[in-house]
């Protein structure tokens, strides 16, 4: 492809990208008391970064003044098990450990896939005309996305994305809803249903080519081409 069917598209800088924010108070959350937290913020003003190796040497002072009760010390005989102790309980207390993280895992709340997370899967695959992603070209947008999934692995989840072309005669739509739906294939759990459409008025050919990008066989038979499934390799060859 030498010659852009586009040559000017309007393109968005990746770091203006849309992204999901860290929540300064999820941060702090667990950090003690509120002496304790104003620390740390004035920590980060300084240092610019929540990784910063002062602020984990802090939060592990505070947990240690957070001690009031000095642990009872016991001596060593004590602490040694007894003659009358034997392997079968051993074995007892392992299996109540066991059990208790299993309970923990089964009390897990369910963790749903949102927009952002689609967007994040298929806004960085790069375009097969521009050296561009689709999320700088606003091919992928997030007001475009739609995600209805409770978070429940047994239970059926339904993905809607509407693209919207470069150009409205844009030859290319039907390879580029082919990489994403081959990007979020890969990606997701089977239990996922995936709709790729063409935004109402951005395509010429809009029926046509929301009917051969949700086509079943179509989609599969494409999927078996060497040729064009190596062209949507290279387009994932940008994807995070």
């Known amino acids: ?109 369910a963790d749903p896939v949102d927009v952002q997370e689609i967007y994040d899967l298929t806004a960085h695959i790069c375009d097969p005309e521009h050296p561009l992603t689709l999320g700088q070209l606003s091919i992928v947008n997030m007001p475009d996305i739609e995600v209805h999934d409770d978070g429940n692995p047994n239970h059926l989840a339904q993905i809607v994305i509407r693209i919207t072309p470069t150009i409205t005669h844009c030859s290319l739509a039907t390879l580029i809803g082919l990489g994403i739906r081959v990007r979020l294939e890969r990606a997701l759990p089977p239990r996922f249903r995936i709709t790729i459409l063409v935004k109402k008025g951005t395509h010429n050919s809009e029926q046509q080519v929301n009917k051969q990008l949700n086509d079943k066989e179509r989609v599969a038979a494409a999927c078996e081409n060497e040729q064009l499934l190596g062209v949507v390799s290279k387009m994932l060859q940008t994807c995070k």
């Open 1 to 109: 492809m030498s010659d852009y069917l586009n040559e000017n598209p309007d393109v968005i800088d990746v770091d203006e990208l849309p992204s999901r924010k860290e929540d300064s108070n999820e941060l702090f959350e667990n950090f003690g008391s509120k002496e304790a937290i104003e620390r740390k913020k004035l920590l980060l003003k300084i240092d610019h970064s929540p990784k910063s190796q002062v602020l984990h040497d802090i939060e592990l002072l505070d947990k240690l003044l957070l001690l009031n009760n000095t642990p009872d010390l016991i001596s060593d005989t004590e602490s040694l098990p007894s003659e009358n102790d034997s392997d079968t309980n051993e074995f007892q207390i392992r299996g109540s450990e066991d059990s208790n993280i299993t309970d923990e895992y089964a009390d897990e709340p």
